[in-house]
């Protein structure tokens, strides 16, 4: 029987912010990049993300966040990630991303920032690349 | 991994999982370690039409359960897509209250289009599961396509659930689930019409088992009021304490698995074999030119498939 | 000189496209033409009064009025130099809010000794918006940050500090965005007039207060639909009877299509929405034309495509006007108006991150349309809307003459609907007007609003159009300068000066989760526990019986000072909570 691997993202949506489009659109997109996206939906703690990331084992985890509380939330997510040993992990962050914070994001050990006019198909490309994989 | 795993180590776990889940090398080879050490979960099985509500009462009824004590693991089944082999799994959003449980495990699964295979994976992800000390394993699927059927068939205590205002919910129930049912679960009865649905499905039963001790029990619930689970959870919480002390292995269930595994393995041999014999389009030649016909040339190719 | 016979007009259509069109199309090699046509054929004017009507009459496809009230001191206004307050419009000041309730009332203090003296036009937090207090786990990190934070009638009360004397509570209206607990802010504002001995008849304003919308855009929601919606006729009742100067609720086509709808599903789902709400009313025990009057709308639109929007703006005064009147057999005129003070514009998700300035030409498309269909010629949003840092007074002064450019200079708004009888805009407003109509009736054989949020079908069909769009500007079907086209190593990025003028302090921000958690703690300290308790408790009782209004258990809740939390969690025992969609 054939190996049969697919690359796995859990998209989420952190604090109470509800603007959902974002997410949504990824989802779906990269859902027909041939991914297999589980999306957890609005008012995710960053307990909740890295548990399920580690439960469903996901290559990937895109934060959609769009009320300015990107530090902090992806602060905690990272460290959350760490303290059960899942850094490895790979974690995007899309939204409203002001210019000097996306250099901070990227030393907390972000892959990707992607804000407005991001193209799935480079989000896409840019996961497969850093994960070597070609699923 | 896998001793990692056997102490609960969730990420251990994950990690078994998908190399199982994705047939990687040696998954089998995992699979003939960890057998002897399981059989001893009980497995319940929630289908129903899509929306009744499934994922809202898994939720509340796998907390109810983790607070009596039990390790529960959660796996829910969600479709493909046809076109790009990707999905969007989404029953994790109606389970946020119980995703930080710490002894609530809860695994996401495709179909992955697998001919029949749905089955068989899911069967291993219990497995593991299992192995894993996951006293009560729930798996959710849509009671839609037969393989998603055949998944909660495997289980040892089967949910179905309906709800009011889902189209002709009754006549919806596919024939097939209703035999396998061993509760009927009308949901969302906060809304009209669950009485009518109670009294449809009771009317359906009433026809079609044979003696009354049979008929399995029609309840109403509201995952939002909390109507109703209570008394879920008292014939939930009956049937698991029997299933703790009855059988383990099922001859039935044992032989089932068996021929499916064979399944899958010959389908899988048959098209390395095909593939590998240029891809049968000698033969197609010869149907679409109308020297041979579709029947011939299976016959033709089962012979040489079997013979090797 | 004979009058032209449909006959004629179709056989030289015919000749055209024989022998000038059809020609030229297979000279550049395509499949069809670029460009189209349109002729008395497109569009018969034999019903000119049933579907045009003159402005300020049924069908008011035209417009609510031959001109609005700005319009009518326009002129006057631009001698005196008229400003409004800054980036507010009317009465009412900026939108915003931060921080404590005592760190914004500064800053309205602040703003005030500026000139800026506009009514209070409060943003709340997200905790806020969502019923949760500052001290909750769910509040964590989210306390004034995109709004203030509100966690009890103190609070708010704290913040009406800068509205006294002249800025009284009488003299000028408090816009409150708030959806979910709209009935304990609504509460409170009434509980402030008590206090301060000022007749709620004298309160004017807006609460939002259009909880449907948030299921399929926004997202702040609490409870699940149905419940949500009593809720809405409670506060319905409240206002009717008791604050008939306030408007009820400000319904979101904007929010809607921000979130991603195509124009043919944002009329169709805001009238769902609406109708439900009209429905509560009535169940309520109101006359239609006793509470629709004061029914608002939230800048329906927003899309760059400008004929597309002058029409929506048409189609929807028209379906709007005849729901009201065939349906709910409305008399007064009020009742059938979508009254907005927004109207078209191409709407935040137009304005593009890449080239910025770019979007003070795209506003001044919305700017045109608005104009052009009933509006203030408002160029919306600033061009740094996207920059999401707060607009800048450069961006402000610069979207600001863009609209006065428009009505002094371009005199765009003179001429009171003039696409009127135009074929196509005609016949585009009746193809708006059917494809929203068949799209609604799609909803109302789901049970309405309420159960197409129930089954996930709104919010899903949403999610898809905004899917569907992603995929057209990825792959060129849909141009965006500077995003998917023109965006060679020639083209420049001009950039002007930018200073955003008096943010809100970051050091405040910082601090003010744990200021506030501080205030609240001592509030729980220090209030008169036995009555909160016995308050909530008879908000539960009340609750649990449908029929019963509940702004009054609400009002004593709020004078005892419970919390914002503590009234939706009583709330939310009795009613559940809403779920998020599953994709
Ligand atoms: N009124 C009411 N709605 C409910 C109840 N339980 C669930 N729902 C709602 O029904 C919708 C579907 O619930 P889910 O739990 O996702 O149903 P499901 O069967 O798992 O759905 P799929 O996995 O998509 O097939 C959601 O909007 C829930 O909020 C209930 O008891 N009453
Ligand atoms: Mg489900």
Redesign the interface.
């Known amino acids: 029987m054939g190996q049969d691997s697919k690359i796995r993202v859990l998209v989420a949506k952190p604090g109470l912010d509800g603007h959902e489009r974002g997410a949504h659109v990824v989802a779906y997109g990269l859902r027909d990049e041939g991914f297999e996206v589980i999306y957890t939906g609005l008012r995710q703690t960053p307990e909740q993300i890295v548990s399920a990331a580690v439960q469903e084992d996901v290559d990937v985890i895109g934060l959609s966040i769009l009320s300015g509380a990107h530090l902090s939330l992806t602060k905690k997510i990272m460290e959350g990630l760490k303290a059960k040993g899942a850094n490895d992990v790979l974690v995007t962050v899309g939204g409203v991303i002001p210019e000097e914070d996306k250099k901070t994001l990227e030393e907390m050990g972000v892959a990707g920032v992607f804000t407005s006019g991001s193209k799935i198909k480079d989000i896409a490309a840019l996961i497969r690349t850093k994960l070597g994989k070609n699923a | 991994m896998i001793e990692a795993a056997r102490k609960s180590n969730?990420?251990a776990l994950?990690?078994l999982?998908?190399h199982v889940?994705?047939?990687?090398?040696g998954w089998k080879d995992i699979m003939k370690a960890i057998y002897a050490e399981t059989g001893r979960t009980c497995v319940i099985g929630v289908t129903g039409s899509p929306?009744s509500g499934k994922?809202?009462l898994v939720s509340e009824f796998a907390k109810q359960l983790g607070d009596m004590g039990y390790a529960i693991g959660i796996i829910a089944v969600d479709p493909?897509?046809p076109?790009?082999?990707?999905?969007?799994?989404?029953?994790?959003?109606?389970m946020?209250d119980i995703?930080?449980y710490k002894n609530i495990?809860?695994?996401?699964m495709?179909t992955?289009g697998?001919l029949g295979?749905l089955c068989q994976a899911a069967r291993d992800v219990v497995r593991i599961m299992d192995f894993a000390g996951r006293d009560i394993v729930i798996i959710e699927t849509v009671g839609v396509g037969q393989d998603e059927i055949e998944v909660v068939s495997a289980s040892d205590y089967v949910v179905l659930v309906t709800y009011p205002?889902g189209g002709d919910s009754v006549q919806a129930i596919k024939a097939g689930v209703m035999e396998i049912a061993d509760i009927f679960v009308v949901n969302k009865c906060d809304r009209d019409g669950a009485d009518v649905i109670v009294s449809e499905i009771s009317a359906m039963l009433d026809l079609s088992t044979e003696t009354v001790e049979k008929i399995p029990p029609v309840i109403k619930t509201s995952t939002?009021?909390k109507e109703g689970i209570d008394k879920f959870m008292e014939i939930l919480s009956e049937f698991i304490q029997k299933k703790e002390k009855g059988l383990h292995f099922q001859e039935e269930h044992v032989r089932q698995e068996v021929m499916s595994i064979l399944e899958?393995?010959m389908v899988?041999l048959i098209k390395e074999k095909i593939s590998s014999d240029g891809n049968m389009e000698k033969e197609l030649k010869l149907i679409l030119s109308g020297k041979s016909d579709p029947y011939s040339v299976a016959d033709e190719l089962i012979k040489r498939v079997a013979g090797i | 000189m004979k009058k032209n016979s449909k006959e004629e007009i179709k056989e030289a259509l015919k000749k055209w496209e024989d022998e000038i069109l059809n020609p030229r199309v297979k000279k550049f090699n395509l499949d069809k033409s670029p460009t189209s046509f349109y002729t008395p054929l497109s569009w018969d004017n034999s019903h000119f009064l049933e579907k045009v009507g003159f402005p300020g009459q049924f069908p008011f496809t035209a417009g609510n009025n031959p001109f609005d009230f700005w319009r009518a001191y326009a002129n006057f206004a631009a001698k005196a130099g008229f400003r409004s307050d800054w980036g507010g419009s009317g009465k009412s000041g900026k939108y915003g809010g931060f921080g404590t309730p005592a760190d914004y009332r500064d800053y309205l203090f602040k703003m005030q000794s500026m000139g800026r003296y506009g009514g209070p036009n409060i943003a709340f937090d997200l905790a806020t918006q969502c019923g949760y207090d500052s001290d909750s786990s769910f509040a964590e990190g989210e306390v004034g940050r995109v709004g203030v934070a509100v966690d009890s009638m103190q609070d708010f009360a704290v913040i009406y500090e800068a509205y006294t004397g002249n800025l009284e509570i009488d003299k000028v209206p408090s816009n409150f965005t708030i959806n979910a607990p709209a009935a304990v802010i609504i509460a409170m504002y009434a509980c402030l007039a008590k206090k301060r001995g000022i007749p709620l008849n004298k309160l004017e304003g807006t609460p939002q207060n259009d909880i449907l919308k948030e299921f399929i855009a926004r997202g702040t929601y609490i409870y699940p639909p149905a419940p949500s919606l009593r809720l809405f006729r409670d506060t319905c009742v409240f206002c009717c009877k008791n604050m008939p100067a306030l408007n009820i609720n400000s319904i979101g086509g904007y929010h809607i299509r921000e979130a991603g709808a195509t124009r043919v599903q944002d009329l169709a789902f805001s009238m769902a929405n609406g109708i439900a709400y009209i429905e509560a009313g009535l169940e309520g025990g109101l006359e239609v034309d006793e509470f629709v009057p004061a029914f608002t709308f939230n800048a329906f639109g927003g899309s760059m495509e400008i004929y597309q929007e002058i029409a929506f703006q048409r189609a929807a005064r028209r379906v709007w006007a005849h729901i009201l009147r065939d349906r709910f057999h409305a008399k007064n005129p009020k009742s059938m108006q979508i009254r907005q003070p927004i109207t078209a514009h191409i709407g935040c998700s137009s304005a593009t991150l890449q080239r910025p300035l770019n979007n003070l030409a795209r506003a001044v498309v919305g700017g045109i349309a608005a104009g052009m269909s009933g509006g203030i010629a408002g160029a919306f949003p600033p061009f740094d809307e996207p920059l999401g840092l707060g607009h800048s007074q450069e961006a402000t002064q610069l979207q600001q003459d863009a609209s006065r450019i428009l009505i002094y200079e371009a005199k765009v708004t003179d001429i009171c609907d003039p696409w009127a009888g135009s074929y196509f805009m005609e016949s585009l407003t009746d193809e708006i007007e059917k494809d929203a109509l068949a799209e609604l009736e799609k909803i109302e054989k789901m049970g309405g609003a309420v159960a197409a949020i129930e089954n996930g079908y709104m919010p899903r069909a949403v999610a898809k159009s905004a899917y569907d769009r992603q995929k057209k500007i990825e792959n060129q079907e849909e141009l965006v300068v500077g995003v998917n086209c023109f965006t060679g190593e020639h083209e420049i990025d001009v950039s002007i000066n930018r200073v955003v003028e008096a943010t809100y302090d970051p050091e405040l921000m910082k601090t003010a989760e744990e200021r506030q958690k501080a205030n609240l703690a001592r509030l729980k300290r220090e209030r008169n526990g036995t009555a909160v308790v016995s308050s909530l408790r008879s908000l539960k009782v009340q609750a649990e019986d449908k029929d019963k209004n509940l702004m009054p258990a609400i009002c004593e809740c709020v004078e005892n000072d419970a919390t914002l939390q503590e009234i939706c969690d009583v709330l939310r025992e009795v009613f559940g909570e809403a779920q998020p969609m599953k994709l």
């Open positions: 969730e990420r994950a990690k999982i998908s889940e994705d047939r990687k090398p929306g994922s809202s493909s897509s076109f790009s082999g990707g999905a969007v799994l989404g029953d994790r959003i109606r946020r995703s930080t495990f809860i695994r996401s495709a992955r697998m295979g205002g939002f009021t899958t393995e899988s």
